[in-house]
């Protein structure tokens, strides 16, 4: 999904990689008091967030993106949906940008791959650029 949405193709170069993570963070994690929830103060918040950090693209991956707008509603852009054909812990793990050559370093757990072997999470990106002009990585409007 990040290649396609970055217009990236070809044969992966460091130097690819290190322009786009030097503009790029990914969120992970985001976790309300059920309290407040439906009270559109998460959605606000990630936005404010997002809106006042440097990152020029904030991404993520949620599995309630399949039934819950709210990531959308911070302003960020649904992408499309993660799909995978190996649901191995070592597939799963490639999903959240763990890759082979490092799988026995970096893979989910156990546990969670017990979890959620079966999702399918939603690629969502915040476009934070400025009006400075720079297009850097030549990415789309």
Same mark, same amino acid.
């Given at each position: 999904?990040?290649?396609?949405?970055?217009? +990236?193709?070809?044969?992966?170069?460091? +130097?690819?990689?290190?322009?786009?993570?030097?503009?790029? &963070?990914?969120?992970?994690?985001?976790?309300?008091?059920?309290?407040?929830? $439906?009270?559109? +103060?998460?959605?606000?918040?990630?936005? #404010?967030?997002? %809106?006042?950090?440097?990152?020029?693209?904030? !991404?993520? +991956?949620?599995?309630?993106?399949?039934?819950?707008?709210?990531? %959308?509603?911070?302003?960020?852009?649904?992408? $499309?949906?993660?799909?995978?054909?190996? @649901?191995? #812990?070592? $597939?799963?793990?490639?999903?959240?940008?763990?890759?082979? @050559?490092?799988?026995?370093?970096?893979? &989910?757990?156990? !546990?969670?791959? #017990?979890?959620?072997?079966?999702? !399918?999470?939603?690629?969502? &990106?915040? =476009?934070?650029?400025? =009006? =400075? $002009? =720079? @297009?850097?990585?030549?990415?789309?409007?």
């Amino acid at each position: 999904m990040r290649n396609r949405f970055f217009g +990236l193709s070809g044969k992966r170069t460091g +130097l690819k990689a290190k322009a786009l993570n030097h503009q790029l &963070v990914t969120l992970s994690r985001v976790v309300i008091h059920p309290s407040y929830r $439906g009270a559109g +103060l998460a959605s606000q918040f990630i936005r #404010r967030s997002c %809106e006042s950090s440097r990152w020029r693209w904030i !991404e993520t +991956l949620a599995q309630m993106g399949n039934i819950n707008p709210f990531f %959308e509603r911070a302003g960020f852009v649904r992408i $499309g949906k993660t799909t995978r054909k190996n @649901q191995s #812990r070592i $597939g799963h793990s490639a999903i959240y940008g763990h890759h082979r @050559q490092s799988a026995k370093k970096r893979m &989910v757990s156990k !546990e969670t791959h #017990r979890k959620s072997r079966y999702s !399918e999470p939603v690629y969502f &990106v915040f =476009d934070n650029r400025r =009006d =400075d $002009g =720079d @297009q850097a990585l030549g990415v789309r409007n």
